[in-house]
Nanobody, 129 residues
């Protein structure tokens, strides 16, 4: 029904940058908000960032504000996460996610795990010190 495929993860030293991508298929991409989550071993899946369906609004977890930027290219059905000034504590598997329903709001930026129904396979980001 909906398929999400992340890419761009890898090993980077502290202070470096990575750009993650999420290719979406199976629905009209521009109708839906999108989000990024991350999960470290033994921990829950934590919210990272969300973007509204038209890209006009975004929301970030406090831990990544000022360092990460979420964006989207609706013509390419692709979601991005630009990660700068990476820290060892950013090490995790990163997942892109899509909600089940389209919101009428152009500023809807869901931030809870249960707001989302579709998840990618995840991509590993490892930050060394």
């Amino acid at each position: 029904q909906v398929q999400l495929v992340e890419s761009g993860g890898g090993l980077v030293q502290a202070g470096g940058s990575l750009r993650l991508s999420c290719a979406a298929s199976g629905r009209t991409f521009s109708y839906y908000a999108m989000g990024w989550f991350r999960q470290a071993p033994g921990k829950g899946r934590d919210f990272v960032a969300a973007i509204s369906k038209n890209g006009g609004s975004s929301l970030y977890a406090d831990s990544v504000k000022g360092r990460f930027t979420i964006s989207r290219d609706n013509a390419k059905n692709t979601l991005y996460l630009q990660m700068n000034s990476l820290k060892p504590e950013d090490t995790a598997v990163y997942y892109c996610a899509a909600p089940k329903y389209s919101s009428a709001s152009n500023s809807y930026t869901p931030s809870r795990r249960w707001d989302y129904d579709y998840w990618g396979q995840g991509t590993q980001v490892t930050v060394s010190s």
